[in-house]
């Protein structure tokens, strides 16, 4: 009961940026970190893009992008899925 998937554990790993944990998430969350370096490695990157989206919210818009860049940009996500 206390192992977490490493499915449930990245849920967590986002819940924990919107609101708190309880003490037993948490916990669990913890251990899990502890033994698994893929989720480790997923918190790890959600931080730094969460960061980068926080500190960029307000100086970027849409309008800001050409369409056409975002159309290119669309086609390469979409190439390496």
């Known amino acids: 009961m206390l192992m977490l998937s490493c499915k449930k ?3 967590m790993v986002e819940k924990k940026t919107v609101t708190s944990l309880s003490f037993i998430e948490k916990l669990k969350l913890k251990m899990h970190l502890s033994m698994c370096d893929a989720c480790k490695a997923y918190e790890k990157q959600s ?7 926080h500190k960029n919210a307000h100086s970027h818009t849409e309008e800001n992008i050409p369409v056409t860049a975002n159309m290119e940009l669309q086609k390469q996500i979409l190439s390496k899925l």
């Open 47 to 53: 931080k730094i893009i969460d960061n980068f989206l």
């Open 9 to 11: 554990a990245t849920e």
